[in-house]
């Protein structure tokens, strides 16, 4: 429906998002009127398309998709603009009065001689001028809505546009769109290619060209890579920039063309990239990835070099000392282990599940405790940060609250870190588990907090895929041979016992598992077709294994799957439990966001790091014990509940804290039913169901298997496949990842 109308009251605004519920004239009747139509206020002449939905609550009303606004033409709707505290310090006397002196020249004044208000009784010159600044504010909000609009941009954005760019947005969003590739969160290159393309940037112009070289590195960092091969990198940019031409070039087996070789030789001498050889094949980087990469390496050979061991210290004979003390028995591997880190400045700790690093590292933490060692331990995610504080006894944090981090007030995206060079860690020895999910950006930043004369310990299971984030750290340090490392092999006793521990080392030798042997912990359940491993994998969650051991459906049992799409994807997944879990009630709130639908009690993970986000743990009161801000990638939880009319949805994390996130930044939550196994790293759960049927080989490996395996401390049920999850077990080609670490610490002097 299209109508045209006069706004008539505000009922609420978000100021946020632009999220109203206001109240128009139509016809001589009143209706209420609910979407995104951001800074209208009461008087305003609008131009509304729409649908008719009915509210559970408030009943009837329309939803609105679009609007085109107006300023009133009318002295009434002047007076009720006036008066509905568009400008602070107008109520409705002042309004009236303004506005029957002025009548139909009242805009026009405010806007162009705005001090000739003075003449009104009760004005002054200052308040005058004050008026007219504000009325000015608000013409400029509506003048970029507008424009904006114009260009197909949704009005979640255009808000997050005009609090960027406020009375620059025209111009910004004319002459340079692919600013908003940079500067707002959710705007890609390609919807920023769309707008420029409407205002007439040409195909050719330069800056489109190197701003679509830095939005392919970008795509590639985000699949975990440092840098690109030439070749490979400007393939991908003449499918993105230049696709009529892309046959020609590929038939020749070559990309060179000049657009592309002089975008990177601006690039190059703007520092924006770095270009190196590696084995004669030309290398492009982020200058930011290259320099971390060499950062690092840099600090590792010197806290490895620089250190010097307490030459007092009988190692051998407080490792007797430390066995008897804690009663336990260490083999000859984990003595090394324990030796290494009390004689060298860096060590690496590795080995899967079984091989005894938690006991390894209990004896380390004890003999250094006995020394009087200051000992800071700390992992990547709260979850294996939670884990390590249980296996250990001892307090450990994420590494980004371990360095202290914040946040640039003018860009949250941006992550800062008290701790660095200048405020380094106040410790003997940092402790760093779960080393396999650390990027590269993250291991810099906690490079630069750590001096020589500290000692680093690095725990993690390289045989586990590596980080989402660009660099492969963990492998790297161990590939480049430069760097203290034991791998602890020998699986213990009680930990033959599991099949889980067994197979996932049978997986990692590339043997088959052994699955359903009696009194087992490993199941597999055959199904040919995936619709019957979706029915299956419902069965189980709901009725099967709640009914077997008692499983709590939300809390103990996790699907891990392979891919995204598909009938057994994340997705498709999510929507089946969700249904099967948590369906629709009438009284139970849900909130529909860019396809995803939210229902109040589903599961939900945090898929962004937002380091300015605020929680607070709420005491059995209700009242707050604790808060803080920050909410990470992986963070999981439940949706407590959704309110309509504030706009907000609320969850309470695993870890207690409450979060509230405005509608507009529902992009950061997804359905957590399912996930994805990369999403799983650092994470343990009592079960884990593994959907395994079809998909590309890159996504179907024994590096993928052997890490979901891994996560399940008293169960794993596989279903679909047999043939499938052997071609898993045999297919150790892993993704091939771009990283220049190994390369840095081996030349490193």
Not at 532 to 540: A, D, Q
Not at 717 to 733: A, F, I
Request: charged share 25%; net charge negative.
């Amino acid at each position: 429906m299209v109508l045209e109308a006069t706004i008539e009251d505000i009922i609420y605004q978000n100021a946020e998002n632009g999220y109203t519920v206001c109240t128009i004239e139509y016809e001589g009747e009143e209706l209420s009127c609910v979407g995104e139509m951001a800074g209208i206020y009461a008087g305003e002449e609008v131009k509304i398309v729409g649908s008719w939905s009915t509210h559970p609550i408030y009943g009837r009303q329309i939803r609105v998709e679009m609007l085109e606004r107006s300023m009133p033409k009318t002295v009434q709707g002047m007076e009720k603009y006036l008066a509905s505290g568009v400008i602070k310090g107008i109520g409705a006397k002042t309004a009236k009065k303004i506005v029957k002196h002025f009548g139909l020249d009242t805009f026009r004044i405010i806007e162009e001689e705005p001090l000739v208000l003075a003449q009104v009784s009760g004005i002054s010159e200052k308040k005058a001028q004050e008026i007219g600044e504000i009325f000015h504010t608000q013409y400029e909000l509506r003048r970029a809505m507008l424009f904006l609009q114009e260009y197909g941009i949704t009005p979640t954005y255009a808000i997050k546009i005009y609090k960027q760019y406020k009375d620059k947005t025209t111009e910004v969003v004319k002459n340079t769109p692919y600013r908003l590739v940079d500067d707002i969160f959710g705007i890609g290159f390609k919807k920023a290619d769309e707008i420029a393309f409407k205002v007439g940037i040409a195909r050719d112009d330069p800056h489109r060209i190197k701003t679509g070289i830095l939005y392919v590195l970008n795509s590639f960092s985000a699949n975990g890579h440092t840098y690109v091969p030439r070749n490979k990198l400007l393939e991908e940019a003449m499918k993105l920039l230049l696709p009529n031409e892309y046959n020609d070039y590929v038939q020749a087996d070559e990309y060179e063309h000049p657009l592309l070789e002089n975008a990177l030789l601006e690039l190059t001498l703007s520092k924006q990239i770095i270009i190196k050889n590696y084995d004669e094949v030309p290398c492009i980087f982020l200058s930011y990835l290259y320099y971390s990469e060499q950062a690092v390496a840099r600090k590792l050979i010197d806290l490895a070099a620089l250190y010097q061991a307490d030459s007092q210290l009988d190692v051998e004979k407080e490792l007797i000392n430390t066995q008897k003390e804690l009663k336990i028995e260490l083999v000859e591997e984990q003595k090394e282990a324990v030796r290494q880190v009390l004689t060298q400045g860096v060590t690496v700790i590795t080995g899967g599940p079984g091989t005894g690093k938690t006991t390894t590292i209990n004896a380390i933490l004890h003999m250094l405790e006995k020394a009087g060692e200051d000992v800071l331990l700390a992992a990547p995610t709260g979850r294996a940060a939670k884990r390590m504080s249980e296996a250990t006894g001892m307090e450990a944090q994420t590494i980004h609250r371990l360095l202290e981090i914040n946040y640039m007030r003018e860009d949250a995206n941006k992550q800062m870190f008290s701790r660095n060079e200048e405020n380094p860690l106040e410790a003997d020895v940092i402790v760093v588990d779960e080393m396999s999910m650390v990027d590269i950006t993250l291991m810099h930043a906690l490079m630069k907090a750590v001096v020589e004369g500290q000692r680093l310990v690095l725990i993690g299971d390289a045989d586990q895929l590596p980080s989402v984030g660009a660099g492969n750290v963990l492998k790297d340090i161990i590939k480049s041979g430069r760097i203290s490392t034991v791998r602890l092999v020998q699986i213990f006793r009680q930990a033959s016992k599991s099949a889980i521990v067994m197979n996932a080392h049978r997986i990692n030798k590339g043997e088959y598992p052994i699955c359903n042997e009696k009194g087992t912990d490993f199941f597999y359940m055959k199904r040919s077709m995936q619709e019957e491993v979706k029915e299956t994998i419902i069965e189980l969650i709901t009725t099967r294994l709640p009914k077997y051991q008692g499983f709590d459906s939300l809390k103990d049992i996790q699907i891990l799957a392979p891919m995204r799409k598909g009938v057994v994807g994340v997705n498709e997944l999510n929507k089946a439990v969700q249904e099967a879990l948590n369906p629709h009630h009438q009284l139970k709130p849900e909130k529909e966001y860019r396809g995803t639908l939210f229902r109040e009690g589903d599961k939900v993970m945090q898929i962004k790091n937002n380091y300015n986000t605020p929680w607070k743990i709420l005491g059995k009161s209700g009242m707050p014990i604790d808060e803080g801000t920050g909410v990470f990638n992986g963070d999981c939880g439940i949706i407590t509940s959704i309110k309509e009319e504030a706009e907000l949805l609320v969850v309470t994390f695993d870890d207690l804290k409450v979060v509230e996130y405005e509608f507009n930044q529902l992009d950061e939550l997804e359905l957590a039913y399912a996930i994805t196994i990369h999403k799983s790293q650092g994470s343990e759960y009592p079960v884990v169901i593994l959907p395994i049927h079809s998909g590309p080989p890159m996504l179907l490996n024994r590096n993928l298997l052997y890490t979901a395996v891994t996560r399940a401390k008293k169960m794993v049920v596989g279903v679909g496949l047999t043939e499938t999850m052997e071609r898993m077990v045999d297919n150790n080609k892993e993704i091939e990842r771009y990283s220049s670490l190994a390369k840095h610490l081996a030349v490193m002097l």
